[in-house]
């Protein structure tokens, strides 16, 4: 499994563009699997559903199966959130594993770059990104810059540059 990321400020576009990246990708005959990374507290359970009113109880796993999908849902009160690197090894294999988020953490990640969102950029402070995606010319970029428009040549740059998942635990602080 090889691993690469998209990081940049909230509305730059990850998301959409991770959208447009998956079927390029499946169309090449990889078997491609996403981690998000979420800010602020999320929920994918619903409010009266078994498995809500099991999480609401106090159960600190919650597994729910059928013939079409599973999901594990496990609440951390306490705990810290997970490193990426704790995450991999509850994630079944594939040939690309696309991290959405993550914008710290010490992986390979093409920056998804819009002058719009009024942020800065995060390549002059992060040597683990190996280009910039963006929708406007960056003159003094250091590091390759992609129209993101070219959804194709971003794709050829996320596998590129992406590395072994398991060379991950190598790179944790």
């Known amino acids: ?45 619903i409010p009266g559903k ?23 849902v496990r609440e951390l009160r306490n705990e810290p959130e997970p490193d990426l690197a704790d995450i991999l090894p509850r994630l079944s294999p594939v040939d690309l594993l696309i991290v959405e988020g993550f914008k710290r953490h010490r992986h390979p990640k093409i ?12 390549h002059p402070d992060d040597n683990y990104i190996v280009a910039v995606a963006s929708d406007t010319k960056i003159p003094d970029a250091s590091i390759p810059v992609i129209d993101l428009n070219d959804v194709k040549k971003i794709a050829d740059a996320m596998q590129a540059e992406a590395m072994p998942a398991d060379r991950l635990k190598h790179l944790k602080d």
Do not use: C, N, Q
């Open 1 to 45: 499994m090889r691993i690469i990321g998209l990081a940049g400020w909230s509305g730059s576009g990850k998301t959409t563009l991770v959208a447009k990246l998956i079927p390029i990708f499946v169309g090449r005959g990889l078997k491609i699997s996403t981690v998000k990374h979420a800010h602020k507290g999320f929920d994918i359970d």
């Open 50 to 72: 078994d498995s809500h009113t099991h999480r609401m109880a106090g159960a600190t796993e919650v597994f729910v199966a059928s013939g079409r999908r599973w999901a594990h």
């Open 111 to 122: 920056e998804i770059y819009r002058a719009e969102v009024g942020k800065p950029l995060l």
